[in-house]
């Protein structure tokens, strides 16, 4: 049996995303959008609509996307995007993870949480916050994991399959590494 087939963890490499894997990234999180209510976009995106959203990640910065590869190709991505647009905002990022199906409680979200995070260490970054749909057991383990602490639910927020969710947020600061600047 392989690990995929035995629940055991799969070893993964976690890189920086590259736009080759935008297709992909768009096939994992299209999967969301039909077939649950973990996101609220309601209709499936082709890659090409999905450019603009690209587009704000880089390689240094506060705003990153990193890829979980197998033998299998990419697995799932995790990144950190602007909060709320108001400058005084900047230092408090927003993060975001999706793995594929199959890759659902393979450690993979936990190596690119890890990634992630030490990347984010050395930014101008304070504050990392996150949102999920309840209920979420998986999202809320990770989170926990990581040290994200409960703030509030927003109630009836979204809707979606013909009913309304509630959304879960989360905050934690963000372990630095080096001075911290304060612009």
């Not at 609220?40 to 590869?69: M, N, Y």
């Not at 970054?125 to 040290?147: D, I, M, Q």
């Not at 602490?149 to 927003?154: D, T």
């Amino acid at each position: 049996m392989s690990g995929r087939d035995s629940g055991e963890p799969r070893p993964c490499v976690v890189r920086p995303a590259r736009r080759s894997d935008l297709e992909r990234l768009t096939e994992i999180y299209n999967h969301y959008v039909t077939e649950t209510a973990v996101t609220f976009d309601t209709a499936p995106f082709r890659a090409r609509d999905r450019i603009a959203w690209w587009r704000q990640f880089g390689t240094s910065g506060r705003h990153r996307l990193f890829v979980a590869e197998t033998s299998d190709g990419v697995v799932g991505y995790a990144g950190s995007t602007r909060f709320r647009p108001k400058p005084a905002y900047d230092p408090t990022v927003e993060t975001t993870i999706y793995c594929a199906p199959g890759a659902v409680g393979r450690g993979v979200g936990t190596s690119l949480y890890e990634r992630l995070f030490r990347s984010l260490a050395a930014e101008d970054v304070t504050t990392l916050v996150a949102g999920y749909t309840l209920p979420n057991p998986a999202s809320a383990a990770l989170h926990a994991r990581f040290g994200f602490r409960p703030v509030g639910v927003f109630p009836r927020v979204g809707r979606k399959f013909g009913r309304y969710w509630d959304v879960q947020w989360l905050s934690r600061p963000l372990a630095r590494r080096g001075p911290r600047r304060i612009p």
